[in-house]
């Protein structure tokens, strides 16, 4: 099946497992045996080396990260044992997505592994709200809370709340707009959790996912984790980027011809769609990284060039270079990994871009990834990638999403009755004849009669064609003096039922952020995953 025809489950409590979950333990060995025997040079370090030491830098990272935000430790992780890995951004997101840590926790306690969440704290905030359901007057809309003061499109990492004030009455705006409609929404625990972190850091991101990792914990999912730019400035990684660089002519290639190929597949005209092409600007190529300096936050992608057995590094927009490695296709990257390890005191940021994250996470990091719907298209295209640059089949992932429902009520008649009405008020307008209260009052019988006779000739020429549907059309209007009581019926009770699936769309809607939520139904759904490895172990 195809990763590109995903669809999010429709009803409320249903869950999305590509493969199924029953599966799920089979793919982690399978993938662990293919990764121990893929022996891959990385500019001088192969694989069998680099991912021990990945695995540990991370799993060091991660308990050092976890304790400073005063978390609960992972204990016995073995770096041999297989790793479960998920990611998201360190935002307000839906239970859709949620859901992810929670089986990825499940599914490495049944396999006697690890559990990794990454941060992804390299990506863009886009905004300081969330949407939250109101009811006035019975009707539901959505309003916009803001939890700060929004400035512009900044990296989570760099992401500083701006007012504290505000930020701190986030809680209780959001209650007020709820109002009575969710009797134990999440916000009134997860956000003091949230405020308790101000002391510790003043990044938003890093608050919602301190708050977020506590709720976990208390539920029983205990995931080693991690901000991705952390792992960014380890030199795993950078053995990594060093390879990308060292070989960009073919990366570029792979790269812009599995871009191309899944654009035609899907018959996709954006050039933006589902990610850019890498660019070459004369003797620079674009690299599947982003840079920019901690001072001004904003994204530019990362360009090298090759002069002779060194590289030049340089950012978007920019014409000079701001650093130099010595790095090429045939050299060992050593050298290189101790300068790229200098960016972090200079202020500059190097970082991943979500395929190179993905394929990152795949080959050098877990065993097995657990994508949500979006990302899993996104990575159909990272699997050819893998294919063409690293000449391995790609490992599979696994596809996990949920849909729920925030508890605001519903009409389940709503849609199939305004569909019934919709197709009255046609028939009332096309075929009046049919509800007159007595078709043979002699003031609508002519009429009716008219009509009959009408429909029942046989045009030949399209002019007799075109008359005859005239005919019948005048026949028609003059007989909606006879429905008018039923059209002012049927149109009144149409109104109410466009409401009634406007309020059932607002209620539906499972983009809802997780705090917004029941609390009770919410651990519920949320800690299933952990019954439903058990009983598919």
């Known amino acids: 099946m195809s990763t590109h025809r995903l669809r999010a489950p429709s009803e409320d409590g249903a869950l999305l497992a590509v493969p199924p979950l029953n599966q799920a333990r089979t793919l982690v060995s399978s993938n662990a045996e293919v990764?121990?025997?893929?022996?891959?040079?990385?500019?001088?370090?192969?694989?069998?080396?680099?991912?021990?030491?990945?695995?540990?830098?991370?799993?060091?990272?991660?308990?050092?990260?976890?304790?400073?935000?005063?978390?609960?430790?992972?204990?016995?992780?073995?770096?041999?044992?297989?790793?479960?890995?998920?990611?998201?951004?360190?935002?307000?997101?839906?239970?859709?997505?949620?859901?992810?840590?929670?089986?990825?926790?499940?599914?490495?306690?049944?396999?006697?592994?690890?559990?990794?969440?990454?941060?992804?704290?390299?990506?863009?905030?886009?905004?300081?709200?969330?949407?939250?359901?109101?009811?006035?007057?019975?009707?539901?809309?959505?309003?916009?809370?803001?939890?700060?003061?929004?400035?512009?499109?900044?990296?989570?990492?760099?992401?500083?709340?701006?007012?504290?004030a505000r930020f701190a009455s986030f809680g209780e705006r959001v209650r007020d707009?709820?109002?009575?409609?969710?009797?134990?929404?999440?916000?009134?625990?997860?956000?003091?959790?949230?405020?308790?972190?101000?002391?510790?850091?003043?990044?938003?991101?890093?608050?919602?996912?301190?708050?977020?990792?506590?709720?976990?914990?208390?539920?029983?999912?205990?995931?080693?984790?991690?901000?991705?730019?952390?792992?960014?400035?380890?030199?795993?990684?950078?053995?990594?980027?060093?390879?990308?660089?060292?070989?960009?002519?073919?990366?570029?290639?792979?790269?812009?011809?599995?871009?191309?190929?899944y654009r035609a597949r899907y018959r996709i005209r954006s050039r933006h769609h589902p990610v850019p092409e890498l660019h070459r600007e004369g003797d620079w190529r674009e690299a599947p990284f982003w840079v920019w300096h901690a001072n001004e936050p904003r994204r530019r992608p990362l360009f090298a060039r090759q002069v002779g057995k060194s590289m030049e590094l340089r950012a978007g927009g920019e014409a000079r270079p701001f650093l130099e490695i010595p790095l090429g296709p045939d050299r060992d990257a050593c050298c290189a990994v101790d300068q790229l390890l200098s960016l972090p005191a200079r202020q500059i940021r190097l970082r991943t871009r979500a395929l190179t994250t993905t394929m990152f996470a795949r080959l050098l990091l877990g065993d097995l990834f657990v994508h949500g719907i979006g990302g899993a298209k996104y990575d159909e295209l990272g699997d050819e990638m893998i294919r063409g640059f690293f000449g391995i089949e790609p490992p599979p992932y696994l596809t996990l999403s949920l849909t729920l429902w925030i508890g605001l009520g519903l009409d389940p008649t709503g849609?199939?009755?305004?569909?019934?009405?919709?197709?009255?008020?046609?028939?009332?307008?096309?075929?009046?004849?049919?509800?007159?209260?007595?078709?043979?009052?002699?003031?609508?019988?002519?009429?009716?009669?008219?009509?009959?006779?009408?429909?029942?000739?046989?045009?030949?020429?399209?002019?007799?064609?075109l008359a005859q549907f005239q005919e019948i059309r005048n026949l028609n209007a003059r007989l909606q003096k006879g429905v008018t009581q039923e059209r002012a019926r049927r149109t009144e009770e149409q109104a109410k039922m466009v409401s009634v699936v406007g309020r059932n769309l607002v209620a539906r809607n499972r983009e809802y952020s997780f705090v917004l939520h029941s609390e009770g139904k919410l651990k519920a759904a949320m800690t299933d995953p952990l019954g439903r490895l058990e009983m598919s172990g």
Not at 94 to 99: D, K
Not at 116 to 127: E, T
Not at 421 to 427: F, G, M, S, T
Not at 447 to 464: C, D, F, G, L, M
């Open 177 to 261: 707009v709820l109002s009575s409609a969710i009797d134990d929404p999440l916000i009134e625990t997860y956000w003091p959790l949230v405020l308790a972190q101000r002391e510790r850091t003043n990044r938003a991101g890093l608050r919602f996912a301190a708050a977020r990792r506590q709720l976990e914990e208390r539920w029983g999912a205990s995931n080693l984790e991690l901000p991705l730019s952390s792992i960014c400035e380890s030199d795993g990684f950078l053995w990594f980027v060093s390879h990308i660089l060292a070989q960009l002519p073919r990366f570029h290639a792979v790269h812009n011809e599995a871009l191309a190929a």
């Open 415 to 465: 849609a199939e009755r305004l569909q019934f009405l919709n197709q009255r008020l046609r028939d009332l307008t096309y075929n009046p004849d049919r509800y007159l209260k007595d078709p043979n009052d002699s003031e609508w019988r002519a009429w009716v009669a008219a009509k009959q006779e009408a429909i029942q000739r046989n045009p030949e020429t399209p002019a007799e064609r």
């Open 35 to 164: 990764l121990k025997h893929w022996s891959y040079d990385f500019q001088g370090r192969r694989t069998e080396q680099l991912r021990p030491l990945i695995r540990a830098q991370v799993l060091k990272g991660g308990r050092d990260y976890l304790r400073q935000l005063g978390l609960g430790s992972v204990e016995n992780v073995d770096s041999q044992s297989p790793w479960i890995v998920t990611g998201h951004q360190p935002e307000l997101y839906h239970p859709g997505v949620w859901i992810k840590n929670f089986a990825v926790a499940a599914l490495a306690k049944q396999v006697r592994g690890t559990g990794l969440n990454l941060i992804v704290d390299n990506d863009l905030a886009k905004s300081a709200t969330i949407r939250v359901p109101e009811s006035l007057n019975g009707e539901l809309r959505v309003r916009r809370v803001e939890f700060d003061r929004w400035a512009e499109e900044t990296p989570y990492e760099d992401l500083v709340v701006q007012e504290e």
